[in-house]
């Protein structure tokens, strides 16, 4: 279509400009898709400032999403998108990464205590779960560590840590 056709035809150039933006819109979406299968960064490479869309389009929907006390959005990859080990990430009000949190690490694997520990307390040291079975002993929680190891956590009728294991 010549400059001369897009004057008597207005409605060509919007069909080609609405079908140019399916396909880049199409395009994009293959790259998310891609891309939120496997992250390509790990924690300890998020900057501070780092951008929410950044890190959503880099790493893929997370595993949870929560709120602090102070209203700050959290996002924690726990799963399958945490090749480094399990990791909170915490926004500030502009959508910017403030804080990169390892979770599952032995120092907070160290914190938790046979008998005291509660099940909130569990979630906000080590993340979610990654699986959780009721069996006659209590409700067990199974956190995946880097590595392909795990923790095994029971929690007893009073909702504390009744037992440990998979604890290096």
Avoid: C, N
């Avoid at 035809?9 to 939120?36: D, I, T, W």
């Avoid at 990791?87 to 120092?107: M, N």
């Avoid at 040291?125 to 029971?154: D, Y």
């Amino acid at each position: 279509m010549d400059s001369d056709d897009s004057a008597r035809f207005p409605g060509m150039r919007l069909h080609k400009s609405v079908a140019e933006g399916v396909r880049q819109a199409a395009a994009f979406a293959l790259l998310a898709a891609l891309l939120g299968a496997e992250p390509s960064w790990a924690v300890d490479e998020v900057a501070p400032g780092t951008a929410m869309a950044s890190v959503r389009f880099s790493s893929g929907i997370p595993d949870a999403i929560r709120f602090d006390s102070a209203g700050r959005q959290a996002w924690e990859y726990t799963g399958r998108g945490a090749p480094s080990g399990a990791y909170r990430l915490t926004f500030d009000a502009k959508g910017a990464v403030s804080e990169a949190i390892p979770l599952r690490t032995p120092e907070r694997l160290a914190r938790v205590r046979t008998g005291e520990t509660t099940g909130v307390e569990l979630v906000e040291l080590l993340g979610e779960p990654g699986r959780i079975t009721v069996t006659e002993a209590g409700a067990v929680w199974l956190f995946p560590r880097a590595g392909g190891k795990s923790v095994v956590v029971t929690l007893g009728a009073d909702r504390r840590v009744k037992s440990l294991s998979g604890f290096d």
